[in-house]
């Protein structure tokens, strides 16, 4: 359940987004090692569509948190230095991620699975440590109340949720987030209106209905 202390909220809506992250990262690996490789270059526009989705997400979710929520949390006083060292040592990776989908889309004959998987699993650490560290430390509820008032973190929220609509991309962007969230923590789903909910989103997931066929859960 979301919780109601604004502070508390701001680092519950994190671990959701970040959960979603490490879903789709893990579904990645297992489908990559599991399914036939000559059947996943049968599929492979839309299977890399949906390896792509995950560069994207990440691009975005940091592109928002490094333009609207790190600069205001500095300001008040947060340390975010650490967090952004972090983002630059994983867009290494994200940029390897991205010259290989390019040369495979180019030249799908190149396609391997076991590179893919090489070039996924060598983000790991750098990934994980950041995820955690965001959450746990960064958004730590007792160290954010000694900074930021409800006001302060409500303000950010809305920031950060309008920005994420101009920065990143909501078509992708939001299906993505809930085809990677289990259907029981679907409720209230990132706090969007309800015919952004009910119908944008439809009309989004249908949009790419191709490439969230490799996501492990539906859009409700
Ligand atoms: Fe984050
Ligand atoms: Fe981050």
Redesign the pocket.
């Known amino acids: 359940m979301t919780p109601k202390d604004p502070h508390e909220e701001m680092q519950y809506g994190m671990e959701r987004i970040h959960n979603a992250i490490r879903v789709a990262y893990e579904q990645i690996i297992a489908v990559a090692r599991e399914r036939d490789e000559a059947e996943l270059k049968r599929d492979l526009s839309a299977w890399l569509g949906y390896v792509g989705a995950w560069v994207e997400l990440l691009s975005h ?2 592109d928002v ?1 490094e333009k609207a929520i790190f600069p205001r949390l500095k300001e008040k006083g947060c340390y975010v230095e650490s ?1 952004i060292e ?2 630059r040592a994983l867009h290494r990776h994200l940029d390897a991620m991205e010259a290989a989908l390019a040369a495979w889309k180019a030249n799908p004959a190149t396609y391997s699975s076991a590179r893919l998987v090489s070039l996924f699993e060598a983000a790991d650490k750098d990934l994980f440590e ?2 955690d560290d ?1 959450v746990n430390k960064l958004l730590d509820p007792v160290s954010l109340r000694k900074h930021l008032s409800a006001q302060d973190v409500k303000h950010i929220n809305d920031v950060a949720r309008k920005e994420a609509g101009s920065i990143g991309n909501p078509t992708l962007d939001l299906p993505f987030l809930a085809v990677h969230t289990p259907s029981g923590e679907h409720k209230n789903f990132l706090g969007l209106p309800l015919p952004v909910r009910y119908i944008l989103l439809p009309v989004w997931y249908w949009q790419r209905s191709q490439i969230w066929k490799y996501a492990p859960y539906g859009l409700f």
């Open positions: 979710h940091h948190e967090e972090q983002h950041h995820l965001e």
